[in-house]
């Protein structure tokens, strides 16, 4: 089987799949406020072109998928999807990010589609809070959060942004909600991607700081997790919570970065934080083989860019998250 390798010697084995990029809620650092530019119908890949780039992306090494937004329990084939996409030879990790607001009706059909494990996307217990960041119901996140509990997805990772000026008091809440209830716990620096996370620059804080001020009141060592990804984890000693502290800003991780992004649209995104892309929906509608596309591939992975630039270029990106996917 060929593999997708970079310039850097990193295999790509990892896909962040946005199947759509409009979203129930309206988070601040997300959507710029009164955002109207969502993608098209027409230009929005169908059902058989995800399923059949998911396909080439799996033969080229790729087995790590998980479907992204947006948010993608707003589409009404989702679980049709996710059993098409669970069933294709060679993708063997199959899970979703979700902010669970409409979770708790199709919790346990996503399991059984195979779902394997999911993040969600929490970043206050403030019912007040949670709708001034989102404007969304906190009360329905954590109904989906229980729902997928009892449906049997593990792990569930709570992903927390912290933010100095909103929500820093509660990343110890945050801690204890996660002990209690059995969740993986993520805390995540603000990025500047899109208008949104610029203007959100200001709140931006770095999880040093954060970890010292738990480790003033939970006693934090160091931990290991299957598929960690870019957290870096923790445990509370004696218990089983983990906690991972991701640090796009203060300590990039892009030296293993694993990972590209598909937007909804088609157009595979090499770095979150870059500009290097490839639009694969003309390859898809102008009659391109399956060995064209993933020469293609092949190709742009040549061109995967050594590491982001928020630090130096922090106003580069002008996509929204919404249409990466994150």
């Known amino acids: 089987m060929p593999e997708l390798i970079d310039p850097f010697g990193r295999k790509v084995e990892y896909l962040r799949l946005s199947v759509t990029d409009r979203c129930d809620f309206r988070c601040f650092y997300c959507i710029p406020k009164g955002f109207k530019g969502f993608t098209e119908s027409d230009n929005r890949l169908s059902m058989e072109e995800f399923v059949r780039l998911i396909r080439l992306f799996s033969e080229l090494g790729v087995d790590k998928i998980r479907l992204t937004g ?8 989702i679980v049709d999807m996710v059993t098409r996409i669970g069933a294709l030879p060679g993708v063997e990790d199959l899970s979703m990010s979700t902010n669970a607001s409409q979770l708790a009706s199709c919790a346990k059909q996503l399991k059984d589609a195979g779902i394997s494990r999911i993040n969600v996307s929490l970043d206050s217990l403030n019912p007040e809070l949670f ?3 989102t404007q969304g119901n906190l009360d329905r996140v954590i109904a989906g959060l229980l729902a997928a509990r009892d449906a049997g997805i593990h792990p569930i990772k709570i992903n927390m942004v912290v933010m100095k000026d909103r929500n820093l008091g509660e990343v110890g809440d945050m801690v204890d909600f996660c002990l209690e209830n059995r969740f993986t716990l993520r805390f995540i620096e603000t990025m500047p991607v899109g208008a949104a996370g610029q203007s959100a620059r200001d709140s ?7 970890r010292q001020t738990l480790e003033q009141r939970f006693d934090l060592e160091p931990a290991r997790m299957k ?4 957290a870096k ?17 203060s300590q990039h991780f892009c030296e293993s970065c694993n990972r590209v992004r598909l937007s909804s649209e088609g157009t595979l995104y090499l770095c979150l934080g870059q500009q290097d892309k490839l639009e694969m929906r003309p390859l898809l509608r102008q009659g391109a083989t399956d060995n064209e596309i993933k020469q293609a591939v092949i190709e742009s992975i040549r061109r995967k860019p050594e590491k ?10 002008v996509r929204v998250m919404s249409m990466t996917g994150g």
């Open 70 to 77: 947006g948010e993608p329990l707003v589409r009404s084939d």
């Open 131 to 133: 709708h001034q960041i």
């Open 204 to 210: 931006y804080i770095s999880l040093d700081a954060v």
């Open 227 to 230: 598929g960690a990804g870019p």
């Open 233 to 249: 984890y923790f445990k509370v000693k004696g218990k089983r919570l983990k906690i991972g502290f991701i640090t796009p800003m």
């Open 308 to 317: 982001h630039e928020f630090n130096s270029r922090p106003d580069q990106i």
